[in-house]
């Protein structure tokens, strides 16, 4: 009974190992790509400080997140002891806790990022409809064009990471009791 209760549990944690799928970490190489293509076509400076401040914090954020999933997606194949191309590689080091935790806390920055960039939202929208030149106009267009396709994306990143991260942290405090 006691050897069923064991491969039970191991199941359970090896099982929980993996804690994302890869279509989950293929998605979130696709979120990363499209912000990362999103952050080199950052627009000049609008002249008006608090739409320019909320977007340098949409794009401080999106950086953010595209370093993070990059390492999330390293530690996941690290993990499952794979290359990217899928091969099964034996010599592959599985991440510690220690390397999990620093990345969640490089996590908890980026939340913190997008935390920022959504309280600045409020006081940009505000100033942008106080615009009535139309070559500001123009600029602001262009900036709000940039921060709204971001946003969405980088939310449903940084929602993902902090999951995965949570997940992960929580699978290699388990496999250490065992």
Known sequence: ??????????????????????????????????????????????????????????????????????????LYYRQIGETKDGVTDVTIVKPSLDDILELSASIADEGDAVAKATKLSEDAAKKAKEIKNPLKAAKLAAMTKFTSDATPILLEESAAQAKAIASMVETAKSASNL
């Open 1 to 74: 009974m006691k050897k069923i209760v064991l491969m039970m549990a191991t199941l359970l944690v090896a099982t929980n190992v993996i804690a994302q799928t890869k279509e989950e970490i293929s998605a979130s190489v696709t979120r990363a790509q499209k912000l990362s293509e999103l952050c080199k076509k950052f627009p000049k400076a609008t002249g008006v400080p608090e739409v320019d401040a909320h977007a340098n914090a949409v794009l401080n954020a999106a950086e953010s997140a595209v370093k993070n999933s990059e390492k999330l997606e390293n």
